[in-house]
């Protein structure tokens, strides 16, 4: 891997990646605002929805997570798919068929439905992000894996920024048309899904051997260092698509973010109603103070991944975060000062999110090809059991309780708990830092 690189001018490596980077980053950035938004916009329904149809808390906790269920149980499957057939026709499948199932939600009048429908928009979504984490190990080194992770994942905070007062936006449009302001939010954030994946089928390119935008010499470099980095991987982790089910690493990252999962996607669709019920704000309030948390999170996202790229460093850029985390959902729980209480919560998502690009670029230490597909699509599945148990627990926690206090309590010792297993991953020298890595080798018996 080194000598491709020391073979290679850095004229022509910096080009590549800067094309590469212009070229998908941005696109795919934009994809999964738009599924971010598709899959979380039912918090800001809830605003006008719960009450408009009679949902209570645990009716409504069930039917958001209840969108993992499906999420889950097609996730694999959909990867495997997607290493097969190309990320072009596969992504823009995924993109149409959950956008045509978000605008459905806008038919929702009971709680069947709304369960029926939220499951079947996790079953079409299913495979979109452990799709795109796999996609990009196709085009970056593991040297710009963290920081490319991330770019594309600051989708998350920045669909808060523009869905927090678009969605605020929308819901003042309540009775125009004859249609609910949340019937509208619906209608217009679910129809870019598939008006964009159209695009896709014309402008992805599914591997760098295709990639006709690059040079002959960039693609020969991107080509020969991914192929490179590969058979390294292939040569010391030499594990097949099946045994992914029962390798200890893989379930390990799964359980890390299965634990900071629960506590984020609590977080996620109930903030609007919570920072509603703190502050007092309208609607539109809600989505801007909603926003301004998002563009703080941004700014953390990129700044961790960085530094885990140049340090060359993940474990520890992952437990720190999920600190962060958890010690927001204590404060919360604590704080009876309303401004205060909302800071702490911006913890939240600022410590979760900033975890991402170290996290998702670890599978692709250990594994690649159709092992990678299977091994993230895995992680991301027993992850997002999580999505499924965190607004569950605070729909059921409030009703039961009143408050949110004892909900929050449990969430952020789950953040600390994901924290405590991250930083045991530093053992594991396939995924923490070069230093340890050299010192496990220079440990081993000799062959």
């Given at each position: 891997m080194?000598?491709?690189?020391?073979s290679a001018?850095?004229?022509?490596?910096?080009?590549?990646?800067?094309?590469v980077?212009l070229r998908l980053?941005p696109?795919?950035?934009?994809l999964y605002?738009i599924?971010?938004l598709d899959?979380?916009?039912?918090?800001?329904?809830?605003?006008q929805m719960n009450s408009d149809?009679?949902?209570?808390?645990?009716a409504f906790?069930?039917g958001?997570?209840v969108?993992?269920?499906?999420y889950?149980?097609?996730?694999?499957p959909s990867?495997?798919?997607l290493h097969?057939v190309g990320?072009?026709?596969?992504?823009?499948r995924?993109m149409?068929?959950?956008?045509?199932?978000s605008?459905a939600m806008m038919f929702?009048?009971?709680?069947?439905?709304f369960?029926?429908?939220?499951?079947?928009?996790?079953?079409?979504?299913?495979?979109?992000?452990?799709?795109?984490?796999?996609?990009l190990s196709?085009w970056y080194?593991?040297?710009?894996?963290?920081?490319?992770?991330?770019?594309?994942?600051?989708a998350?905070?920045?669909?808060?920024?523009?869905?927090?007062?678009?969605?605020?936006v929308l819901?003042?449009l309540?009775g125009v048309?004859?249609?609910a302001?949340w019937?509208?939010l619906?209608?217009v954030?679910?129809?870019?899904?598939v008006?964009?994946?159209?695009?896709v089928?014309?402008?992805?390119?599914?591997?760098?051997e295709?990639?006709h935008?690059l040079s002959?010499a960039?693609?020969?470099?991107?080509v020969s260092?991914?192929?490179?980095?590969?058979?390294?991987?292939?040569?010391a982790h030499?594990i097949?698509t099946?045994e992914?089910?029962?390798?200890?690493?893989v379930?390990?990252?799964?359980i890390?973010?299965?634990?900071?999962?629960?506590?984020f996607y609590?977080y996620?669709?109930?903030?609007p109603?919570?920072?509603?019920?703190l502050t007092?704000?309208s609607d539109l309030?809600?989505?801007?103070i909603?926003?301004?948390?998002?563009?703080?999170?941004?700014i953390?996202?990129?700044?961790?991944?960085a530094h885990s790229?140049?340090?060359d460093e993940?474990?520890l850029?992952?437990?720190?975060?999920?600190?962060?985390t958890?010690?927001?959902f204590?404060?919360?729980?604590?704080?009876s000062?309303?401004?205060?209480?909302?800071l702490?919560?911006?913890?939240?998502?600022?410590?979760?999110?900033s975890?991402?690009g170290?996290?998702f670029?670890?599978?692709?230490r250990?594994l690649?090809?159709a092992p990678?597909a299977a091994?993230?699509?895995l992680v991301?599945?027993?992850?997002?059991?999580?999505g499924?148990i965190g607004?569950?627990l605070m729909g059921?926690?409030k009703d039961r309780m009143?408050?949110h206090?004892a909900?929050?309590?449990l969430?952020g010792?789950?953040?600390v708990v994901?924290a405590?297993?991250?930083?045991?991953?530093?053992?594991?020298?396939?995924?923490?830092d070069?230093?340890?890595?050299v010192?496990?080798e220079?440990q081993?018996p000799?062959?």
């Open positions: 080194l000598l491709s690189f020391l001018s850095t004229d022509v490596v910096t080009a590549t990646v800067r094309k980077t980053i696109f795919l950035f934009i605002i599924a971010w899959r979380v916009n039912v918090g800001f329904a809830a605003l149809l009679g949902f209570s808390s645990a906790g069930f958001s997570g969108f993992f269920v499906g889950c149980l097609f996730e694999v990867n495997l798919v097969r990320a072009r026709r596969w992504i823009a995924i149409i068929t959950w956008g045509a199932i605008v929702v009048r009971t709680t069947p439905t369960y029926i429908l939220r499951f079947l928009l996790g079953a079409a979504e299913a495979g979109f992000f452990p799709g795109m984490v796999y996609y196709l080194p593991e040297t710009q894996r963290a920081r490319a992770i991330a770019a594309f994942m600051t998350v905070p920045v669909s808060g920024v523009i869905g927090g007062p678009l969605s605020g819901l003042t309540n048309s004859g249609l302001g019937q509208w619906f209608l954030e679910g129809l870019p899904a008006l964009l994946g159209l695009i089928l014309f402008y992805l390119t599914d591997r760098p295709a990639a935008w002959p960039e693609r020969h470099w991107l260092e991914i192929a490179t980095e590969r058979d390294t991987c292939t040569a030499p097949r099946l992914i089910f029962t390798n200890a690493t379930w390990q990252l799964g890390i973010f299965l634990l900071a999962a629960i506590g609590g996620s669709f109930w903030a109603l919570i920072v509603k019920s007092g704000s309030g809600v989505g801007l909603l926003g301004a948390i998002s563009a703080a999170t941004i953390c996202m990129v700044l961790n991944s790229d140049r340090t993940r474990p850029h992952v437990a720190v975060p999920l600190l962060v958890g010690a927001g204590f404060a919360c729980a604590f704080l000062d309303p401004r205060l209480a909302v702490s919560l911006a913890l939240v998502p600022i410590g979760h999110c975890a991402y170290p996290f670029s670890m599978p692709t250990f690649t090809g990678a091994g993230i699509a991301v599945t027993i992850a997002n059991v999580g499924f607004p569950t059921a926690m009143g408050t206090s909900a929050f309590m969430l010792a789950c953040g994901a405590l297993l991250a930083l045991r991953l530093r053992k594991v020298a396939a995924l923490g070069s230093e340890s890595a010192s496990a220079q081993s000799a062959p």
